[in-house]
């Protein structure tokens, strides 16, 4: 049993950067892909990124591509997501979540594809 917990959330001015974490603990990493995804009030959970833990190969949905990066330290079995060029669209609580699936495919896009998920850390971004 993998528990997640993400942190690093708060009110960020549009053009500012934010970097969330995401620590995970019960279970060994290896073998499986993290993911991070967002949920703005009344619209449905979407993809933002994946990173394959063995490896490191990651996928990001068009909207951040370019803006935000997601990175790990394997030794501390910590993820990140590093967002740049904020913008008020990008506010939304942001969950991450684990895959047993360890390839990255476009399946990892999906909320489904993932057996374990953090509570989320809201990130707010206005002037």
């Known amino acids: 049993q993998v528990q997640l917990v993400e942190s690093g959330g708060g009110l960020v001015q549009p053009g500012n950067s934010l970097r969330v974490a995401c620590v995970a603990s019960?279970?060994?990493?290896?073998?499986?892909?993290m993911g991070w995804f967002r949920q703005a009030p009344g619209k449905e959970r979407e993809f933002v990124g994946a990173?394959?833990?063995?490896?490191?190969?990651?996928s990001y949905a068009d909207s951040v591509r370019y803006r935000f990066t997601i990175s790990k330290d394997t030794a501390k079995n910590t993820m990140f997501l590093q967002m740049n060029s904020l913008k008020p669209e990008d506010t939304a609580v942001y969950y991450c979540a684990a895959s047993s699936r360890g390839i990255i495919t476009s399946e990892l896009r999906r909320p489904g594809s993932y057996d374990y998920w953090g509570q989320g850390t809201l990130v707010t971004v206005s002037s």
């Open positions: 019960g279970g060994a990493l290896s073998g499986k892909a």
């Open positions: 990173i394959k833990w063995s490896g490191g190969s990651t």
